[in-house]
Nanobody, 122 residues
Framework: QVQLVESGGGLVQPGGSLRLSCAASGSIFSIDTQGWYRQAPGKERELVATITSGGNTNYADSVKGRFSISRDNAKNTVDLQMNALRPEDTAVYYC????????????????WGQGTQVTVSS
């Protein structure tokens, strides 16, 4: 079984910064793409940022230039540095990973973390 555990959420004033971290544990051979998604009240879950095992990144237009995603392949962790936060960034943030459980596995299995609340408010 694979678990993703997020940390780092909280309350921050507009213009402030937060850093989210996600650690994957369990029977993992390798992790392909890792990412962060968010879901605000009454809205659908949306992509925030993703990063491949090779380091290629992708960001939602709304966070480009403010957020930065990074990963440590050796530790199976992925971080999201969030700067210049806005009230509209308020949401539950979810960690996501596409995992290869064994060397012979020909497909990737998707896992989600439990979510961490980020609230941007004065």
């Amino acid at each position: 079984q694979v678990q993703l555990v997020e940390s780092g959420g909280g309350l921050v004033q507009p213009g402030g910064s937060l850093r989210l971290s996600c650690a994957a544990s369990g029977s993992i051979f390798s992790i392909d793409t890792q990412g962060w998604y968010r879901q605000a009240p009454g809205k659908e879950r949306e992509l925030v940022a993703t990063i491949t095992s090779g380091g290629n990144t992708n960001y939602a237009d709304s966070v480009k230039g403010r957020f930065s995603i990074s990963r440590d392949n050796a530790k199976n962790t992925v971080d999201l540095q969030m700067n210049a936060l806005r009230p509209e960034d308020t949401a539950v943030y979810y960690c996501n990973a596409l995992v290869r459980l064994t060397q012979s596995m020909t497909y990737l299995r998707q896992y989600w973390g439990q979510g961490t609340q980020v609230t941007v408010s004065s």
